[in-house]
Protein backbone atom coordinates (compact mmCIF):
# COMPACT_ATOMS: atom_id res chain seq x y z
CA UNK A 1 0.00 0.00 0.00
CA UNK A 2 1.44 3.64 -1.17
CA UNK A 3 1.71 6.05 1.13
CA UNK A 4 -1.07 8.96 0.57
CA UNK A 5 -0.24 12.19 1.00
CA UNK A 6 -3.40 12.97 2.52
CA UNK A 7 -2.76 10.15 5.00
CA UNK A 8 -1.39 11.48 8.54
CA UNK A 9 2.53 10.45 8.44
CA UNK A 10 3.57 7.71 11.29
CA UNK A 11 6.28 8.76 13.67
CA UNK A 12 7.75 5.47 15.51
CA UNK A 13 9.70 6.27 18.99
CA UNK A 14 12.60 3.92 19.95
CA UNK A 15 14.85 4.19 23.08
CA UNK A 16 18.22 2.87 23.43
CA UNK A 17 18.76 2.45 27.45
CA UNK A 18 21.54 0.47 29.26
CA UNK A 19 24.60 1.13 31.65
CA UNK A 20 27.19 3.81 30.97
CA UNK A 21 29.62 3.05 28.40
CA UNK A 22 27.82 0.39 27.07
CA UNK A 23 27.61 2.06 23.72
CA UNK A 24 23.67 3.74 23.48
CA UNK A 25 25.37 6.91 21.89
CA UNK A 26 27.02 5.27 19.36
CA UNK A 27 24.22 3.42 18.65
CA UNK A 28 21.95 6.15 17.62
CA UNK A 29 25.40 8.00 15.86
CA UNK A 30 25.90 4.52 13.57
CA UNK A 31 22.22 4.36 12.67
CA UNK A 32 20.85 7.95 12.33
CA UNK A 33 20.49 9.54 8.59
CA UNK A 34 20.96 12.75 10.40
CA UNK A 35 23.82 14.24 12.51
CA UNK A 36 22.62 12.75 15.56
CA UNK A 37 21.93 15.55 18.62
CA UNK A 38 23.93 14.58 21.51
CA UNK A 39 24.19 15.99 25.07
CA UNK A 40 27.55 14.91 25.81
CA UNK A 41 29.46 16.20 28.42
CA UNK A 42 33.22 15.77 29.74
CA UNK A 43 33.45 13.62 32.91
CA UNK A 44 34.23 15.93 35.47
CA UNK A 45 35.18 15.41 39.55
CA UNK A 46 31.52 15.17 40.28
CA UNK A 47 31.35 12.29 38.98
CA UNK A 48 34.41 10.66 41.21
CA UNK A 49 32.41 8.10 43.73
CA UNK A 50 29.67 8.52 41.61
CA UNK A 51 29.92 6.93 38.38
CA UNK A 52 31.45 3.50 38.19
CA UNK A 53 34.02 3.76 35.35
CA UNK A 54 35.84 0.33 36.26
CA UNK A 55 35.49 -1.50 32.43
CA UNK A 56 35.15 1.80 30.74
CA UNK A 57 38.29 3.61 31.83
CA UNK A 58 39.12 5.26 28.45
CA UNK A 59 35.60 7.01 28.57
CA UNK A 60 36.10 10.72 28.62
CA UNK A 61 32.24 11.72 27.92
CA UNK A 62 28.93 10.47 29.46
CA UNK A 63 25.06 11.79 28.31
CA UNK A 64 23.92 13.80 30.16
CA UNK A 65 20.23 14.59 28.92
CA UNK A 66 19.90 12.30 26.03
CA UNK A 67 21.01 11.16 22.15
CA UNK A 68 18.57 12.05 19.14
CA UNK A 69 18.64 10.48 15.57
CA UNK A 70 15.74 10.03 12.99
CA UNK A 71 15.71 7.02 10.47
CA UNK A 72 13.08 7.34 7.42
CA UNK A 73 11.90 4.28 6.34
CA UNK A 74 9.46 5.69 3.48
CA UNK A 75 7.88 8.74 2.90
CA UNK A 76 5.12 8.99 5.88
CA UNK A 77 6.93 6.31 7.90
CA UNK A 78 10.06 7.73 10.06
CA UNK A 79 11.26 6.34 13.43
CA UNK A 80 12.48 8.80 16.09
CA UNK A 81 15.70 7.33 18.60
CA UNK A 82 16.16 8.61 21.75
CA UNK A 83 19.65 7.55 23.71
CA UNK A 84 19.08 7.33 27.31
CA UNK A 85 21.30 8.57 29.93
CA UNK A 86 23.00 5.55 31.41
CA UNK A 87 24.18 7.22 34.99
CA UNK A 88 21.53 6.95 37.47
CA UNK A 89 22.06 10.40 38.68
CA UNK A 90 20.41 11.13 35.15
CA UNK A 91 17.41 8.96 35.57
CA UNK A 92 14.69 11.27 36.11
CA UNK A 93 14.99 12.11 32.41
CA UNK A 94 14.12 8.19 31.55
CA UNK A 95 9.85 9.03 32.50
CA UNK A 96 9.88 11.99 29.92
CA UNK A 97 11.79 10.32 27.10
CA UNK A 98 9.74 7.08 27.32
CA UNK A 99 6.87 8.60 27.22
CA UNK A 100 5.10 7.18 23.58
CA UNK A 101 7.82 4.94 22.70
CA UNK A 102 7.32 1.68 20.93
CA UNK A 103 9.26 0.14 22.79
CA UNK A 104 13.33 -0.14 23.78
CA UNK A 105 16.38 -1.61 22.77
CA UNK A 106 18.25 -2.65 26.48
CA UNK A 107 22.30 -2.69 25.48
CA UNK A 108 24.32 -4.77 27.77
CA UNK A 109 28.47 -5.64 27.91
CA UNK A 110 28.64 -8.71 29.53
CA UNK A 111 31.78 -7.49 31.39
CA UNK A 112 29.27 -5.19 33.45
CA UNK A 113 26.16 -7.45 33.08
CA UNK A 114 24.42 -5.83 36.29
CA UNK A 115 24.54 -2.21 34.69
CA UNK A 116 21.41 -3.70 32.64
CA UNK A 117 19.32 -4.50 35.59
CA UNK A 118 17.96 -0.91 36.14
CA UNK A 119 16.84 -0.76 32.25
CA UNK A 120 14.89 -3.86 32.24
CA UNK A 121 13.54 -3.49 35.85
CA UNK A 122 12.28 -0.44 34.04
CA UNK A 123 10.70 -1.48 30.96
CA UNK A 124 9.40 -4.80 32.86
CA UNK A 125 7.73 -2.76 35.58
CA UNK A 126 6.08 -0.33 32.44
CA UNK A 127 4.92 -3.37 30.55
CA UNK A 128 7.48 -1.66 27.53
CA UNK A 129 8.42 -3.75 24.91
CA UNK A 130 12.41 -4.34 24.85
CA UNK A 131 15.33 -6.33 23.88
CA UNK A 132 18.99 -6.88 24.97
CA UNK A 133 21.13 -6.33 22.73
CA UNK A 134 24.67 -7.30 23.67
CA UNK A 135 27.22 -4.85 22.31
CA UNK A 136 30.27 -7.19 21.39
CA UNK A 137 33.26 -4.57 22.57
CA UNK A 138 36.36 -5.72 20.91
CA UNK A 139 38.74 -7.74 23.33
CA UNK A 140 36.21 -9.00 25.74
CA UNK A 141 34.82 -12.62 26.05
CA UNK A 142 31.91 -13.60 24.00
CA UNK A 143 29.07 -14.92 25.33
CA UNK A 144 26.12 -17.11 23.41
CA UNK A 145 22.82 -15.11 23.66
CA UNK A 146 21.24 -17.98 25.60
CA UNK A 147 23.43 -17.32 28.26
CA UNK A 148 23.04 -14.09 28.51
CA UNK A 149 19.26 -14.59 28.86
CA UNK A 150 19.70 -17.32 31.66
CA UNK A 151 22.27 -14.53 33.70
CA UNK A 152 19.47 -11.86 33.16
CA UNK A 153 16.89 -14.07 34.26
CA UNK A 154 14.96 -12.97 31.01
CA UNK A 155 11.35 -14.63 29.84
CA UNK A 156 11.64 -16.74 26.90
CA UNK A 157 10.19 -14.13 24.38
CA UNK A 158 12.21 -11.23 25.34
CA UNK A 159 14.45 -11.54 22.09
CA UNK A 160 18.37 -11.29 23.38
CA UNK A 161 20.81 -10.61 20.31
CA UNK A 162 24.36 -9.90 19.70
CA UNK A 163 26.11 -7.04 17.70
CA UNK A 164 28.29 -4.42 16.96
CA UNK A 165 26.69 -1.20 17.37
CA UNK A 166 29.23 1.05 15.35
CA UNK A 167 28.21 -1.19 12.30
CA UNK A 168 25.29 0.15 10.89
CA UNK A 169 24.37 -3.45 9.32
CA UNK A 170 24.20 -4.67 13.02
CA UNK A 171 22.31 -1.47 14.63
CA UNK A 172 19.59 -2.33 11.70
CA UNK A 173 19.33 -5.49 12.51
CA UNK A 174 18.93 -4.56 16.48
CA UNK A 175 16.15 -1.60 15.93
CA UNK A 176 14.34 -4.65 13.65
CA UNK A 177 14.10 -7.04 16.01
CA UNK A 178 12.86 -4.81 18.38
CA UNK A 179 9.83 -3.67 16.14
CA UNK A 180 9.17 -7.19 15.27
CA UNK A 181 8.99 -8.70 19.14
CA UNK A 182 6.87 -4.96 20.26
CA UNK A 183 4.47 -5.85 17.29
CA UNK A 184 4.55 -9.62 18.81
CA UNK A 185 3.75 -7.89 21.70
CA UNK A 186 1.46 -4.99 21.14
CA UNK A 187 -1.02 -7.19 19.16
CA UNK A 188 -3.79 -9.13 20.11
CA UNK A 189 -3.61 -12.57 19.35
CA UNK A 190 -5.67 -13.62 16.45
CA UNK A 191 -7.98 -16.25 18.37
Known amino acids: MAYEPSEEPVALKILVAGGFGVGKTTLVGAISEIRPLR ?3 VLSDRGIGVDDIDGVEGKTTTTV ?10 EGLVVYLFGTPGQERFWFMWDELSYGALGAVVLADTRRLTDCFPSIDYFEQRGTPFIVAVNC ?9 EDVRIA ?15 RRASAKVVLVTLVEHALRTLTPAAG
Request: with cysteine; hydrophobic share 40%; aromatic share 6%.
Open 137 to 145: FDGAEQHEA
Open 152 to 166: LDLDPEIPVILCDVR
Open 65 to 74: AMDFGRITIR
Open 39 to 41: TEE
